[in-house]
């Protein structure tokens, strides 16, 4: 059984900064891909940024020069820094991984999301 859980989310002044934090727990032998996406309300569910286990990366346009994806592969840890933050960055944000286990190949996980909120 694999867990992710997020953490870093909050209240956050047009402008300002926060960095998010996800974690893949349980029997993970590899993790592959890792992104972050977000849900505003009433939208559809986006991608944000992900990055693969070699270190590529990839961003949403809206992301691109505000946002920065990383990970500890280590750690099974993924990570989003997020600067000059806009009203429409409010969104709940959510982790995705994709790993293999000691039982299974190319799982697919989501975290319970945590909620960002952008206003003055």
């Known amino acids: 059984q694999v867990q992710v859980v997020e953490s870093g989310g909050g209240l956050v002044q047009p402008g300002g900064s926060l960095k998010l934090s996800c974690a893949a727990l349980g029997s993970i032998f590899i993790v592959y891909d890792m992104g972050w996406y977000r849900q505003a309300p009433g939208k559809q569910r986006e991608l944000v940024a992900t990055?693969?286990?070699?270190?590529?990366?990839y961003y949403a346009d809206s992301a691109k020069g505000r946002f920065t994806i990383s990970r500890d592969n280590a750690k099974n840890s993924l990570y989003l820094q997020m600067n000059s933050l806009k009203p429409e960055d409010t969104a709940v944000y959510y982790c995705?991984?994709?790993?293999?286990?000691?039982?299974?190949?190319?799982?697919?996980?989501w975290g319970q999301g945590t909620q960002v909120t952008v206003s003055s």
């Open positions: 995705r991984v994709l790993v293999t286990t000691s039982t299974s190949s190319y799982l697919e996980y």
């Open positions: 990055t693969a286990s070699g270190g590529n990366t």
